[in-house]
């Protein structure tokens, strides 16, 4: 299997993948389809045209785009272990990029946070034999009504079969196809549930969406998640890189220390920018008119996250 190189991603690939692969295309020449139709929808509708691509990483390790956020695949005799689910409506092409990869029965998922984009599929995933470990935010957010505000959505309870099994606190680890899994809360970040899963032995690691690779972020405050947890944890996906590591994002392509470094900084230097023109006394509407963001837009502002929805979740956390 060829290993990834972060090296080999260019700015027209990342643009090609980021997300959810050809529905970022599709959203970023429509530019005003998530207002029209609300950010859930056009994402969901997004999934439901788009193709499941797969990246071979390293060793046995895939990861699938298409469907929400990136999901990662390890194959081995304990069966597929999957990093995240997906949207429902992609299963027909999940299924088939999965049986693709080989006939490995589907065994094992972790979802990273909770986010509909991450853990929809779980209910036929668990049908299909997947056990379900998570941290114990996620079951308790998706085991009730949740609303979130900056999507302006209010969430179901889960089905009993979409709820995580497994659950833990800090840390948990798990040995699955001859890998070590390392899982880690981060803390308040994205949200409040939000871990990394490192597959030790391969030094590929899964960070979900405290990591959007080229794309400006969303942070869910409905649900624990913050400016400030958002830098704390792209400052704690830093230190755990060695000279060889890959990190997975929820969204956009995977990639190495300078992308990791380059999230990071964007995310202080508009944190910085927007915290000044709040101090001055600037409404929410006189901040986003002053553009704080505009030096970075042309890079990072082109999915469902626009500049001034950006600029909007920075000014709530300072």
Known sequence: MQEFEPARFS????????????GATLLARRPL??????????????????????????????????????????????????VDAGFSVSRPRITNALTSINADPIKHLINTHWHTDHTDGNAWLHAAGAEIT???????RLQVVTRVEGWQWTFPAAPAGALPVNVFAAEHE????????????????????????????ADVIHVGDTW????????D?????????QIRAAE????????????????????????????????VAIRENVAALKKQGRSLN????????????????????????????VYAGV
């Not at 609300?38 to 390293?58: E, F, L, Q, S, Y």
């Not at 755990?240 to 995977?254: D, M, Y």
């Open 174 to 201: 798990m040995r699955r196809n001859n890998t070590l899994i390392t899982l880690k809360y981060y803390g308040p970040a994205h949200t409040d549930s939000d871990v990394s899963v490192n597959f030790t032995d």
């Open 134 to 140: 998570a941290h114990e935010n996620t079951r308790r």
């Open 236 to 267: 704690a996906n830093l230190a755990a890189f060695t000279s060889k590591t890959i990190l997975i994002p929820g969204h956009g392509p995977v990639g190495g220390r300078s992308d990791v470094a380059a999230f990071r900084d964007m995310l």
């Open 33 to 82: 389809l998530a207002k029209e139709q609300g950010i859930v929808p056009t994402m969901v509708n997004a999934a439901a045209k788009a193709k499941i691509t797969i990246h071979p990483i390293r060793r046995n390790i895939s990861v699938l785009e298409g469907s929400g956020g990136n999901i990662a695949v390890l194959t081995g005799a304990d069966g597929k272990l999957l």
């Open 11 to 22: 700015r027209r690939r990342l643009l090609a993948m980021a997300g959810v692969s050809a």
């Open 286 to 313: 006189e901040t986003i008119a002053a553009k704080p963001t505009s030096i970075y837009d042309a890079k990072w502002g082109n999915f469902l996250v626009t500049p001034a929805m950006f600029t909007g979740l």
């Open 221 to 229: 405050y409905s649900t624990g998640g913050s400016i400030d947890g």
């Open 212 to 219: 959007w690779n080229g794309i400006y972020p969303f942070i």
